[in-house]
DNA sequence: ATAAACTTTCAATAACTATTGAAAGTTCCG
DNA sequence: CGGAACTTTCAATAGTTATTGAAAGTTTAT
């Protein structure tokens, strides 16, 4: 398999998985191109690699480095922005985590919090709901601090203890 | 707080969540509904509580019965069909992860196995793309086993060995 | 076989999200 | 300051996904 073929069909494989992490396309699609890059990247290269205007480049970037998995780079006589991946794929995963955990875990948890105030009124109905939320707000506790340990633990700690679990 | 307000607000709640698990809104919509129902419900009611039209109902129901979140049911003397959710958190949790790990790590582990078949010409180019599938995939296959037995597992074995370690 | 009761389909359309590219904004340097 | 080099914004538009609802299809009872 030729290199130019490899490298688009990672791109766009890597797009669909990062949509699936809640990124979207072009956001992952940007990251992988950085992902594989030997060296940091400008705009510019950026939309002529992936065929994009230079707004959708300028905003996709902007928001890989606002959830902290691409780095500005300035190179020294050149006024130009350059910038690179985080490579390293154990950083970039605890990364996601942490944003997402944010941006979606927290959420529910205050809704939970919230509609466990509901007033009992002796019905069927009630009865039930109070039941769903308690274990619904149980779940979620439980995977908050999961996903919270996973965001704090280093990489090697973390794979030798729960594979060994899994095995 | 009343009860018809909390339910809304967690219905929606449930929807945004269950969008982030890769659902769609409606469907996660559904699902919460009749995870807060006390009795089955056939379409005729979901279209009635969600005030969305009997195709968008049927459709959804359809998909959810796809992911094997829930359940048809019939009612002895009566030709409408009935629907309930799967209650359980823990076994929505496991299916939604057995369905999403089919969906999505699947491809891109295919696609990883591929793209490493590329043809190294001595370029640094072809050297750390190299590089980073392998470590693309070394993740990968960690996932893929991780999850996997996260499917397979019972709720209280799973949340007592993993909590444990995450305290 | 007929018709009522119910379910499914699907073309039209609404709603939402992503993308473009030119204009406005900023920074740097002589 | 002036203007070149670069970045950001945003209104217009393209593209995608969700939703509707009426028509077609299916099942059941008589």
Same mark, same amino acid.
């Given at each position: 398999?030729?290199?130019?073929?490899?490298?688009?069909?990672?791109?766009?494989?890597?797009?669909?998985?990062?949509?699936?992490?809640?990124?979207?396309?072009?956001?992952?699609?940007?990251?992988?191109?950085?992902?594989?890059?030997?060296? =940091?990247?400008? +705009? *510019? @290269?950026?939309? &002529?690699?992936?065929?994009?205007?230079?707004?959708?480049? !300028?905003?996709?970037?902007?928001?890989?480095?606002?959830?902290?998995?691409?780095?500005?780079?300035?190179?020294?006589?050149?006024?130009?922005?350059?910038?690179?991946?985080?490579?390293?794929?154990?950083?970039?995963?605890?990364?996601?985590?942490?944003?997402?955990?944010?941006?979606?875990?927290?959420?529910?948890?205050?809704?939970?919090?919230?509609?466990?105030?509901?007033? =009992?009124?002796? +019905? *069927? @109905?009630?009865? &039930?709901?109070?039941?769903?939320?308690?274990?619904?707000? !149980?779940?979620?506790?439980?995977?908050?601090?999961?996903?919270?340990?996973?965001?704090?633990?280093?990489?090697?700690?973390?794979?030798?203890?729960?594979?060994?679990?899994?095995?």
């Amino acid at each position: 398999m030729k290199y130019k073929e490899a490298k688009e069909e990672l791109i766009q494989a890597w797009g669909n998985l990062g949509y699936s992490w809640g990124l979207n396309k072009t956001m992952a699609q940007i990251h992988a191109l950085l992902m594989i890059s030997t060296k =940091p990247l400008t +705009t *510019e @290269e950026i939309m &002529e690699e992936l065929n994009i205007s230079r707004g959708n480049a !300028n905003m996709n970037v902007r928001a890989l480095l606002d959830w902290h998995i691409i780095y500005r780079i300035s190179v020294a006589g050149d006024r130009k922005e350059y910038f690179k991946s985080e490579k390293d794929i154990w950083t970039l995963a605890r990364q996601v985590a942490k944003e997402r955990r944010k941006r979606e875990l927290e959420p529910i948890l205050k809704v939970l919090k919230e509609v466990n105030e509901v007033t =009992p009124d002796g +019905t *069927e @109905e009630t009865k &039930e709901f109070k039941k769903v939320v308690k274990e619904l707000k !149980n779940f979620a506790d439980k995977s908050d601090t999961l996903l919270d340990s996973f965001v704090k633990s280093e990489e090697n700690w973390f794979w030798n203890t729960v594979l060994k679990l899994f095995k």
